[in-house]
């Protein structure tokens, strides 16, 4: 008989490395927010990965980096406390990145190196977006800098976008989980709830639309969800801003901006619920809430 396992992995890793493809990939559906802009991904979103003889419940961490502020600073918590839970951790690096310039390795890697390490989990490295990479032995002095700065931790050079080398990276993370029986139903893909996964799908499409840093100072909430038993769900969501000019931007010419970001949500989250949605946004001004701890705590950012 084959034995079941059951565990948890946390997806670690610099900004933009592809830690959120990989999570979409593993899972065949989107999940987690993927833009070209990095550190987009603020809660560590949990995917569930089900086979006949393994779950695995991946962490989607915010990108580890060293951004000032009151957010950024419950960012960084939620990236290594995903560690406290995890039985493994997959550290996903742009190999394209690092091949191309080698002098931000030392700058973005090797602060890495203690935090993951002494943990005392299991490490894979994912050496990410080797499809860019012609022809590929380019990126072996980034390898072997990689084995020396993390001597005990499996390798995997990876596609997160294309899938190539992610199941024998999966093959080789199952073997390590412990044995135990699965949590979640074989359908649930996350433990993240509806409302939650439309707040994201609607600041993915501000990120999308709108430009430089204005995103950052975004952030949605959910304030009303009905759900009929049959017909359309009705959702309301505020675009909260930092800044009063921020408003007209999100606004548009017109309304415009508003409306091309609710009608790309509206779209996906007809997808995700399998169901008509009526969708209404509107945007309020709360000065400065990435520094309001008590808004932040209220919005899920930190405890």
């Keep these: 008989m084959t034995t079941h ?11 933009n490395a592809g830690k959120s493809t990989l999570l979409n990939h593993l899972l065949g559906q989107k999940l987690a927010i993927v833009t070209p802009k990095p550190q987009t991904t603020r809660n560590a979103i949990s995917g569930i990965h089900t086979t006949d003889d393994a779950q695995i419940v991946f962490l989607d961490t915010p990108g580890v980096h060293r951004m000032a502020g ?14 406290s839970q995890a039985d493994a951790v997959v550290l996903i690096l742009d190999a394209q990145l690092y091949t191309k310039k080698p002098e931000l390795f030392d700058r973005e890697i090797r602060p890495l ?46 596609s997160a976008s294309t899938g190539e080398g992610v199941p024998e990276m999966l093959a080789a993370l199952t073997k390590l989980l412990p044995e135990g029986p699965a949590q979640y139903p074989e359908d649930q893909l996350s433990t993240a709830s509806l409302r939650f996964l439309a707040a994201e799908i609607i600041r993915e499409k501000l990120f999308l639309e ?59 989250l007809e997808v995700l619920l399998e169901r008509k949605v009526l969708l209404e946004l509107w945007v309020k001004v709360r000065e400065d809430w990435t520094e309001d701890n008590a808004f932040l705590r209220e919005m899920g950012l930190g405890e």
Aim: contains cysteine.
């Design 70 to 83: 009151r957010m950024n600073r419950l960012l960084l918590e939620a990236a290594w406390g995903a560690l």
């Design 210 to 268: 709108l430009e430089q840093e204005l995103p950052y100072n975004t952030i949605v909430e959910i304030e009303n969800w009905e759900e009929p038993e049959s017909g359309a769900v009705r959702i309301n969501a505020c675009i909260h801003v930092a800044r009063s000019t921020h408003k007209g931007m999100v606004i548009g010419k017109g309304g415009q901006m508003l409306k091309k970001i609710g009608t790309d949500a509206r779209l996906e």
């Design 113 to 158: 190196t203690d935090p993951v390490t002494r943990v005392g989990k299991p490490v894979f490295i994912a050496a990410n977006k080797v499809d860019a990479l012609r022809p590929k032995e380019k990126m072996l002095p980034f390898l072997l800098r990689i084995g020396q700065v993390f001597p005990q931790a499996e390798v995997f050079p990876i």
């Design 5 to 15: 396992r059951f565990g948890h992995v946390a997806l670690m890793g610099p900004p």
